[in-house]
């Protein structure tokens, strides 16, 4: 079988584990845990050829070094036998290693989805996979912001940054990048808020999309899981209904000066988007407010 791929983009709390986890309960689609593997492929293995046994053990070190590779339970020997005979390119390497999770833990799944915010890289991974498709996640910024202050603590067991400014810069950056990406490669936009409100339709479109069948039942056997080494801080909600409320939950939670500095940084890019800002801003300012988040952006860099 030969299987679709496509990749899910999105920040970080803006519900890409809640659409995963949908997605393989209702389609045949196959969600491994998350790895930088395809990212280590690419940094540190500077070719693209795979011509010999040498170039093998130096490729797989590579990816069974990355910290989050154990979590998709591969044995090297079996990664070993499934690769295509010598030579082959790297890109063969990195969908045989998914294709061979899927084989194990999930193998009625029709196509592959890759949960990782690969945005910067996506370049290489469209040309290395020019049918894959993307489907992008997009949440409220101000939303994204209060998540990750006020309740939720990373996977590192650190908080996330509490600063207004880079918050906002790198909201507006990833969201411009998948904007980029959209132009050039196969992309579903898909809007937190309407995932809460009518997740059902969400599928339809995407099965639409995918050209993927929605099943009539939710598959009990498959399930997108996330691996118990990050505790129960993490996606704490996972499982539960949703709560439309979360949507706008922020206005509630989150101080009314750190709602103005987000809408101040972030105001541009908010609109251009969609979303409403809680107060009326010049054009002056919104130029000002966009300017400065830029220049945080350069330092981000």
């Known amino acids: 079988m030969t299987r679709k791929l496509f990749f899910i983009y999105g920040d970080a709390r803006s519900g890409t584990t809640f659409l995963a986890r949908n997605i393989c309960s209702r389609m045949n689609v196959a969600i491994p845990p ?58 063969d390497a990195i969908f045989t290693i998914y294709n061979l999770w899927c084989k194990k833990y999930d193998s009625k799944a029709e196509a592959i989805g890759v949960k990782k915010n690969f945005i910067p890289y996506h370049d290489r991974l469209s040309a290395w996979f020019p ?13 994204v912001f209060n998540s990750k202050y006020n309740h939720i603590m990373s996977s590192t067991n650190q908080p996330f940054s509490n600063s207004v400014r880079q918050a906002a810069s790198e909201w507006a950056q990833r969201n411009r990048m998948l904007e980029k ?23 339809s479109e995407l099965s639409a999309a995918l050209g993927l069948p929605l099943l009539d039942e939710p598959r009990s056997e498959a399930q997108y899981e996330v691996p118990e080494r990050y505790g129960k801080t993490l996606h704490k909600n996972i499982g539960s209904k949703p709560l439309a409320k979360k949507a706008t939950s922020w206005k509630n939670e989150l101080p009314r000066n750190l709602i103005s500095r987000y809408e101040f940084f972030a105001g541009r890019e908010l609109l251009h ?29």
């Open 181 to 203: 990406i959209s132009n050039t490669c196969p992309t579903m936009k898909v809007r937190y808020e309407y995932m809460l409100q009518d997740m059902p339709s969400v599928l």
């Open 34 to 91: 998350e790895s930088n593997f395809p990212l280590a492929v690419i940094n540190n293995y500077d070719q693209e050829s795979v011509a010999n046994e040498q170039d093998v053990e130096h490729l797989l070190h590579i990816v069974t070094a990355e910290k989050k590779f154990s979590d998709l339970r591969l044995p090297l020997s079996e990664i070993k036998a499934a690769l295509p005979s010598l030579p082959f390119h790297v890109k």
């Open 273 to 301: 988007h969609g979303y409403a800002m809680e107060k009326q801003y010049s054009s002056l300012r919104l130029t000002i407010g966009d300017f400065s988040r830029k220049i945080c952006e350069k330092f981000l860099k």
């Open 131 to 143: 049918k894959s498709k993307v489907i992008w996640i997009i949440r409220d910024g101000r939303g």
